[in-house]
């Protein structure tokens, strides 16, 4: 149901920011680091891109439906966060490096973002 503009509701209710003004905020306020896109995103809307698989005996049926629903999540989560990333970087806010990085006793080229200077 559409709120007036003119009325208490509207005129009381908190701003939000979006979230890519959240993700400019956050690399602003921290000049000297760079952070992968996973990073970014558990700061700015505390979610990570690891797929939670439950640990509960469900049946097949349900186990793969939350699975399903899950991966999705998952999949939305890290395009949502990386599309704002792409964006930042294409207006000349931010910078992007490609560096190498141990992840599980393994080097591997990942993503960093920074304000641009």
Do not use: C
């Not at 509207?10 to 000297?32: C, G, Q, V, Y």
């Amino acid at each position: 149901m559409p709120v007036d503009t003119e009325s208490d509701k509207w005129n009381s209710a908190s701003a939000k920011n979006s979230t890519k003004a959240n993700i400019l905020d956050f690399l602003k306020s921290n000049p000297d680091q760079a952070f992968t896109p996973e990073e970014i995103s558990l700061e700015v809307i505390d979610s990570d891109f690891e797929l939670d698989i439950p640990e509960e005996n469900l049946p097949i049926e349900e186990m793969l439906g939350v699975v399903i629903t899950r991966t999705q999540y998952t999949v939305y989560t890290e395009a949502f966060i990386k599309t704002h990333l792409s964006s930042l970087v294409y207006e000349g806010e931010i910078e992007v490096r490609v560096i190498p990085t141990q992840v599980e006793e393994k080097e591997v080229d990942a993503v960093h973002y920074t304000i641009q200077d």
